[in-house]
C-alpha cells in the first residue's frame, strides 16, 4: 500500500483493500483464466482452420486426364473438408461454453466477494438477536 495509507486507520485500509485492490486482482486472474481455455480450445486458430481438411488429409490429384479419378479425389477432399469443418465446429462449440461458463463464474464469484461483509454482519446481528 502507499505510505498515506499506512497512516490512515485499519478499518480504511481494509475497506480499500477489500473493495478496490482485490476486485482488481480478481479481475486479473479472470482475465487470465478467460485468456487460458481461450488458448486451451485454440478458438481463433480453429476459426482461421474452419474449412481446411481433418488432419491435413488431402489426395493430390493425378497427372494424367482421368475424370474419375478427378471426380473420385474431389469427393474424398471435400469429404476431409467436410469432417474437418464439422469436428472444428463443434470444438468451437464446447470452447464458447466453456467461456461463457467462466464469464458467469467470474461474475458470481465477483458478487460473492462483494456481499460476504454484509453477510456477515447480517449474521453476527442476528445472532445477537437470538442470543439477547
Known amino acids: 500500500m ?3 495509507a499506512q497512516k490512515q486507520n485499519i478499518l480504511i485500509q481494509w475497506v480499500f483493500w477489500y473493495f478496490i485492490e482485490m476486485p482488481k486482482n480478481i479481475l486479473h486472474s479472470w482475465k487470465d483464466i478467460f485468456r487460458f ?3 486451451y ?3 481463433p486458430l480453429l476459426l482461421k482452420t474452419l474449412f481446411a481438411p481433418w488432419r491435413h488429409n488431402l489426395l493430390l490429384y493425378p497427372k494424367g486426364f482421368d475424370i474419375g479419378k478427378y471426380f473420385e479425389i474431389f469427393i ?3 469429404i476431409s473438408r467436410t469432417i474437418g469443418a464439422i469436428l472444428r465446429f463443434f470444438l468451437i462449440l464446447i470452447g464458447f461454453f466453456v467461456e461463457i461458463l467462466i464469464i458467469l463464474a467470474g461474475v458470481i464469484m465477483l458478487f460473492v466477494w462483494f456481499v460476504l461483509p454484509f453477510c456477515l454482519i447480517l449474521g453476527l446481528s442476528l445472532s445477537f438477536k437470538i442470543l439477547f
Request: net charge negative; proline share 0%; no cysteine.
Open 37 to 39: 481455455y481461450l488458448n
Open 76 to 78: 474424398s477432399n471435400l
Open 41 to 43: 480450445f485454440s478458438i
Open 2 to 4: 502507499t505510505e498515506i
